[in-house]
């Protein structure tokens, strides 16, 4: 059980930042190695500085409903983070791991309704003129549809634990004695 606490927390704490970054890096849309676009800024090099020079994208209602569904899907992995800290710590035995369970659950389908929205709209959502097959997929677009299978292990791993702490009988104790 402290092997899966702690593999858990771990997968927890990498998807986490794994969604960090890829709500907030550059790298969505790669145009050429001069240009990149993401959901929020819009970077040219400049080869005078070795630097890149970013503005705000352009805004559409595609290009919102991406930055708003990897924002919730940061919101709720945190939430869910948390609860899992505060039932590991104070809750006694029974019915825990459901609430950040479910919270990991939609952190996935919003990370993944993201990228498909990303995909399949790529156009509106670059609101760009050019042609796409100038341009590929970043890494942080790719990272992104990392992070939603280990979202979505992680909501098993949570039913998983809650199971185990279900079937062990006995005595009520705290999550952390059950560390201990």
């Known amino acids: ?3 899966l606490l702690v593999s858990l927390t771990v997968l927890h704490l990498v998807t986490l930042a794994m969604l960090l970054v890829t709500t907030v890096e550059k790298s969505w849309w790669v145009w050429s190695d001069s240009e990149i676009k993401e959901h929020w800024l819009t970077c040219f090099h400049d080869n005078s500085t070795n630097t890149f020079l970013c503005a705000a994208s352009d805004e559409n209602d595609w290009l919102h409903s991406v930055q708003a569904l990897m924002v919730l899907s940061v919101v709720f992995s945190s939430i869910s983070f948390l609860v899992f ?23 996935g389908f919003t990370t993944f309704a993201a990228c498909l929205l990303f995909s399949f709209h790529k156009k509106d959502t670059l609101n760009d003129s050019r042609d796409l097959g100038k341009g590929h997929f970043g890494y ?19 039913i998983h634990l ?19």
């Open 162 to 180: 809650h199971k185990k702490k279900c079937a062990t009988t006995g005595r009520e104790t705290s999550r952390l004695a059950v560390l201990i």
């Open 140 to 158: 942080v677009f790719i990272l992104a549809w990392v992070c939603v299978p280990l979202l979505l292990i992680s909501t098993v791993l949570y």
């Open 85 to 107: 800290l505060i039932q590991l710590l104070v809750t006694a035995k029974g019915k825990v791991f459901y609430f950040p369970g479910l919270c990991q659950a939609f952190a």
């Open 1 to 3: 059980t402290v092997l």
